[in-house]
Each structure stands twice: as structure tokens, then as C-alpha cells.
């Protein structure tokens, strides 16, 4: 069963077969939606040592299973850009680090950011897997950030609060849950349609455009 491509680019036929997974995932699985979009990303990874924090399978597997998880939505994400993190530190300790990276954003595309760590900024004797953040001086703006040590489904559930879900789920399993389940995180209806119509709406805004088709 074709899940993704490892192409830095999905096209529309990949988005296809991703839905059709979803539609026989079992009980419970929220029918899939035509396909909507598939939105653009683009990752810079911090280097310690001169060398990256993660490499290029590390981010096409995050790639891969954020699509698996978000295919009930007809949301699909594709790599567009992979670079180097500019100047700062990899090991982000508060709010300031990660305000930094505000000034280092692609326009209309997610910018994804992987660092080599990423301490909590209300416990700092906690680090975080993940982080959706809003620049504090830049509020429109937005970002995603991800610890290299962070699990599978950390991508996807910061793409969840990217695109539209701020509050975390108390439902096991649920992909904006702390709560693991058996098998893929899932997401409930109304989650559903607000990840539906926030890329719609990033769409029509041009915060976002549509990532370019595969080429042959
Ligand atoms: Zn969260």
C-alpha cells in the first residue's frame, strides 16, 4: 500500500492514496474528505558541531506520518525547502530564543524549525518536544518548532495547533492529547473541519499557497 512518496514533493495522486489508507482504518475513522491541499513546508535544522541535529530520514518520516495522521482531514503537508537553521543557538532555553526565529521565516510556506533541544519556558526544568509559537513582537506570524530527540507524532501535533487547534485534547489517543493510544493518533470531527477550513483560509489569505506540483 502506497503511503508517501519520499519525494520532496507530493503529488495530487499520493494525496489520493494517503485518504484511502485512512478510509480503512478501522472503527471510528472519520470518513476522509476530498482532498483539500497540500500545504508547503519548509525545515531548518540547527547544527552542533557543524553537523545537523537530525538528517534528511528523520524529517521525511516526521513528513510521512504527520500525512498519515492528517489524512482524514484532506490536509497533506510536502517538503519543500530543507536548510540550515540561520545564526543562534541549537539548544533553545526561553521565550527570546525562540522569538528570534521569527526573523527567519519563508513566506507562505509552515515554517518548521528543528533544534537540537527546547526547554520549556514556563517550567525550565522541563524540555519540550514541541512548540507552535507566535513571535512576541510579531503575533501574525507563526512557527513551529521541534526538539530533534521528539517522538513520531510530535510534527503532526504541532501542525495540529498550527493549523487552527490551540487546546489540547483530553481524549486518549487523540492527536492533541498527551494520552497515547493504540495505533495512529486520531482526530475527532470538529477538529476535523477547523484543520479543513484554517487551510482554507491560510489559502485564501496567501499566508499560505499550495505546494508545487511533482516534477516528472
Ligand atoms: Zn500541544
Not at 513520531?152 to 492533541?176: C, I, K, Q, V, Y
Not at 470531527?189 to 496567501?206: D, P
Amino acid at each position: 500500500m502506497p503511503v508517501l512518496s519520499s519525494l520532496s514533493v507530493l503529488s495530487p495522486l499520493s494525496v489520493l492514496s494517503v485518504c484511502v489508507v485512512c478510509a480503512l482504518r478501522g472503527p471510528g475513522a472519520i470518513e476522509a474528505p476530498p482532498p483539500l491541499a497540500v500545504l508547503p513546508l519548509t525545515v531548518a535544522v540547527a547544527r552542533v558541531d557543524g553537523a545537523p541535529v537530525v538528517d534528511r530520514v528523520w524529517i521525511d518520516d516526521r513528513v510521512e506520518q504527520a500525512n498519515a495522521i492528517l489524512a482524514p482531514t484532506g490536509v497533506q503537508v510536502a517538503l519543500a525547502e530543507v536548510r540550515a537553521m540561520p545564526e543562534g543557538p541549537a539548544a533553545l532555553e526561553d521565550r527570546k530564543d525562540r522569538d528570534a526565529l521569527g526573523a527567519h521565516l519563508r513566506p507562505r510556506r509552515v515554517n518548521i524549525f528543528v533544534v537540537a533541544s527546547l526547554r520549556d519556558v514556563d517550567e525550565p526544568e522541563r524540555l519540550r518536544q514541541g512548540v507552535h509559537w507566535r513571535p512576541r513582537r510579531a503575533r501574525q506570524r507563526h512557527l513551529v518548532i521541534v526538539a530533534a530527540y521528539s517522538g513520531r507524532d510530535t510534527l503532526a501535533h504541532e501542525l495540529g495547533h498550527f493549523l487552527g487547534n490551540p487546546r489540547h485534547s483530553h481524549t486518549p489517543g487523540n492527536l492533541m492529547s498527551y494520552g497515547r493510544g493504540p495505533g495512529l493518533p486520531t482526530l475527532d470531527a470538529a477538529q476535523v473541519r477547523t484543520i479543513r477550513a484554517t487551510a482554507r483560509r491560510m489559502l485564501r489569505s496567501r499566508e499560505l499557497v499550495v505546494a508545487p506540483p511533482v516534477s516528472p
